[in-house]
């Protein structure tokens, strides 16, 4: 694996905590040259002095945002080889959720990649190769119970993803989407008591998400499972489609009788 990383430029969102953070830390370890960029400056700043990169503060959603974060990382990288479109946000709330919230949701975890991607793609096939990590979260094979928003669109992020693969493949892209379930970041300490039922007791290290990445950038393998019983729940919701809504509603009803 420090052949396949040692001396890469990566670049990584959302690289201030949790799993960002822990991405930019192992890359370091693994010999890469790491740009960490987080709309939290500090949290950015501190995680790049930790492993000698270089933060880049700012939203790396919109347009403007991807723009710069990209023009900065090649100022110090030279060639992009790795892109880590990790930031996301997953607001509580259902189909009511205000129209701002989807919007803003839809913005950072599906457009960013997409616009990441669109600026990325052109050197990458001149080059012949290049590497995109998506970091979906098992609701995007699955569901997110309490957030419409975040199960929606980390479809959304995980369909991209799919594309990306079945698009470029042949032409030395490769693509690895991250579908963890519950991992101990504050994302997950923000999804209140129906958060710790559905996913406190199999909760993960950001850690633990990283070594299985690498695990799978090693075996050029698209799907990330930190947790290996997704695929089995993955299968169900394909082929057992009214028995896994079943279950599901089960567990919305269990977060129900919780108050929340």
Known sequence: MSEELKDAGIV???????????????????????????????????????IGGTAVAGDAAGV???????ARAREVLGEIDVFCANAGIAPLGGADSPEEVWARTWD????????????LLPSWLERGRGRFVATVSAAGILTSLGSAPYSVTKHGALA??????????????DVHAVCPQGVRTNMLANTG???????????????????????AIGEKRFLVLPHPEVAEYYAARATQTDRWLGGMNKLQRKVEALGE
């Open 64 to 70: 403007d945002g991807v723009e710069r974060l990209l």
């Open 160 to 173: 991209f993803a799919e594309w990306l693969s079945a698009t470029y493949r042949h032409r030395g892209i």
């Open 193 to 215: 008591k129906g958060g710790q039922l559905l996913m406190g007791a199999s909760a993960i290290e950001p850690e633990q998400v990283v070594d299985a990445l690498l695990d």
């Open 12 to 50: 990584v969102t959302g690289g201030g905590a949790g799993i960002g953070a822990a991405m930019a830390r192992r890359f370091h370890a693994e010999g890469a040259r790491v740009v960490v960029a987080d709309l939290d400056g500090d949290a950015a700043a501190a995680v790049a002095e930790e």
């Open 108 to 119: 950072v975890n599906v457009m960013a990649h997409v616009r990441a991607a669109n600026a």
